[in-house]
T-cell receptor, first 109, second 113 residues
């Protein structure tokens, strides 16, 4: 079973921030939080990952709670091309990512 | 540089036939994964290769499935005596030795009639 839980679907208006939550209450101390997305008919694409500090890159920001039991992926200015399924995963040394069903994000004009 | 490539992009076969799916990982990536994704589902782990270590085959659904990685680079996933339930997109991913960021290929869509 996946070690994370995410809402099945979300909507966001174009140009607004999209905030995608993820619960990982059983995360271990050495496990990272990873976010990927999958646009229809393509392979998953890496977005960002973090251990305990908040992270930001050119695609998104990752906010991890102090107890590390949940995190939020933030797309600051969502565009129509951000419509995709977003997967939150945790992984440690065994590197065998267990994929759930993710959140289907629809960005609406 | 070049990303992960997979071939063929689409494969239609008849039930009972054998198929081979190919993955070319990113040059220098020592780790390689195979996943399967059925329609509307998440990714199902199949097998993991890391350098010269014995592969982790714990995700292979039956003994009809096998995979090899030659010379630490190209990998082939073989499905023998295909069944209709094998129809799915088969995805390959690679990453550097101590990096968990996986880079995915475009997948092979397998349809078993």
């Amino acid at each position: 079973d996946a070690k994370t839980t995410q809402p099945t679907s979300m909507d966001c208006a174009e140009g607004r921030a999209a905030n995608l939550p993820c619960n990982h209450s059983t995360i271990s101390g050495n496990e990272y939080v990873y976010w990927y997305r999958q646009i229809h008919s393509q392979g998953p694409q890496y977005i960002i990952h973090g251990l305990k500090n908040n992270e930001t890159n050119e695609m998104a920001s990752l906010i991890i709670t102090e107890d590390r039991k949940s995190s939020t992926l933030i797309l600051p200015h969502a565009t129509l091309r951000d419509t995709a399924v977003y997967y939150c995963l945790v992984a440690g040394n065994n590197r065998k990512l267990i994929w759930g069903l993710g959140t289907s994000l629809a960005v609406n004009p | 540089g070049a990303g992960v490539s997979q071939s063929p992009s689409n494969k239609v076969t008849e039930k009972g036939k054998d198929v081979e799916l190919r993955c070319d990982p990113i040059s220098g990536h020592t780790a390689l994964y195979w996943y399967r994704q059925s329609l509307g589902q998440g990714l199902e782990f199949l097998i993991y290769f890391q350098g010269n270590s014995a592969p982790d085959k714990s995700g292979l659904p039956s003994d009809r499935f096998s995979a090899e990685r030659t010379g630490g680079s190209v990998s082939t996933l073989t499905i023998q005596r295909t069944q209709q339930e094998d129809s799915a997109v088969y995805l390959c991913a690679s990453h550097r030795g101590n990096q968990d960021t996986q880079y995915f290929g475009p997948g092979t869509r397998l349809t078993v009639l």
